[in-house]
């Protein structure tokens, strides 16, 4: 499975199985130990067929927090390039991540991203369409949401990917093959 970290700049919580599309309002963004890796801002999908469809929400990004003797040091401190802003760890206790719900990402929080690979949530709207194992999935106009395919040449550029399970009715998750096209 691959995943990638995401900036959440929807201004809402975005949580685990949501379809999520690259944000349109870029900024410049880098992982914190390596300015050649953008970690990209995410809005949550709401229209059909969309070709800007990202991956699908799996977890918060978390690191626990260095003991005192444990800080980094000078060699191993972020390098940024004019223009740029470093996203540092988000750091939490261990305490901390014992309360910490990982499948909520907050406004301005990093999050972690399904690009490829199988996922066992991806929020459907099945009211749509029933979706059937194997069908092809795409964004649709419920926010966060997935939905059959119904026109495959309005899907180019636009697959999220696969179902591999089935929802007749209904908005649910259902687990899918993440395999954007």
Known sequence: MHVIQFVN?????????DVVVIGQAQTPLYHEFDQNIIV???DLAQSAYDTHVCGVVCALQTH???EPHDEPTSDTEVRTEAG???LMPQTFT???LDQVDRTKIEAGQRGQMVTLGAFAQCKVDADIAPIAVGDLLTTSPTKGHA???LEPGKAVGAILGKALGALPK???KIPVLVMLQ
């Open 9 to 17: 700049q929807t201004g809402d919580t975005v949580e685990q199985g």
């Open 40 to 42: 990209p801002e995410i």
């Open 64 to 66: 626990v927090k260095l």
């Open 84 to 86: 740029s802003t470093p």
């Open 94 to 96: 261990p305490e901390e």
């Open 147 to 149: 939905q059959k395919v």
């Open 170 to 172: 209904g908005q649910g």
